[in-house]
Structures are given as structure tokens and as C-alpha cells.
């Protein structure tokens, strides 16, 4: 089981160079070894809803910043352009060298810009 949640988490991470393949095995196993259902984190994505107001993005009011990995190969890098002119104001943050994914070493320019949106715009 971990060796297809490794692959499937390199898969996600599409060409990026961030991908640490021991790492993320280290914490696969550990997810393995403490689940008592592994099936249910592998399917909870495919258990979405996609009909109705879900798909009526400039309905949305809130203050809006959309991430997306410029290595994306589940949704290209065109879906966080289209996201972010579909929904009113908002913005759009591309990590370079990101999958479908959030890699470490790219936390401090996620958690800057989360702060920076949630700020008001205030530095922090």
C-alpha cells in the first residue's frame, strides 16, 4: 500500500524538483502503520460534489487568493488563471516548481502570501 501512495504522491507532484521520495515514504508509513481504514484517504477526493452553486465561482464574495503549482499535472497551471478571472478580485499565487502539491521548501512563500491575504494586507 505505501509504495501506491508514494507513486501516487510523486504522480501529483508532476515535474517538480521538489519531490523527496524518502521523505514522503517516511511519512506514508507512518500514516500506513497508524490508519485503521487506508482505503477511505485514498478515495475521500472522489466522494466531491461538483453540481449546483459549486461551480458558480463570481458568486463568491469573500477575499479570494487561489495557489496553484506551476507544475500542476492534475489541473495545468490554465485552471488557477481561469479560477482566479472567474471569481471576482481575486488573486492568484503561482508556486514555482510546485505539483499538485504544497512542497516544504515552499512553505515560507505559501505562508507569506496566506498571511499577507489574511492581513488585510498589513505586513506582518
Request: charged residues 20%; aromatic residues 8%.
Amino acid at each position: 500500500m505505501a509504495d501506491f501512495v508514494v507513486a501516487s504522491a510523486k504522480a501529483c507532484s508532476g515535474r517538480s524538483p521538489y519531490f523527496d521520495e524518502t521523505a514522503t515514504r517516511a511519512l506514508v508509513e507512518r500514516d500506513v502503520a497508524r490508519t485503521r481504514d487506508i482505503a477511505s484517504t485514498l478515495v475521500n477526493h472522489y466522494a466531491m460534489s461538483f453540481e449546483g452553486s459549486s461551480r458558480d465561482f463570481a458568486a463568491l464574495k469573500a477575499p479570494t487568493l487561489v495557489v496553484h503549482g506551476d507544475h500542476d499535472p492534475v489541473f495545468p497551471l490554465p485552471h488557477g488563471h481561469a479560477l482566479r478571472d472567474a471569481i471576482p478580485g481575486a488573486t492568484l499565487l503561482i508556486l514555482e516548481g510546485a505539483g499538485h502539491d504544497l512542497p516544504k521548501p515552499l512553505w515560507g512563500v505559501f505562508v507569506s502570501a496566506l498571511l499577507q491575504h489574511t492581513g488585510g494586507g498589513r505586513p506582518r
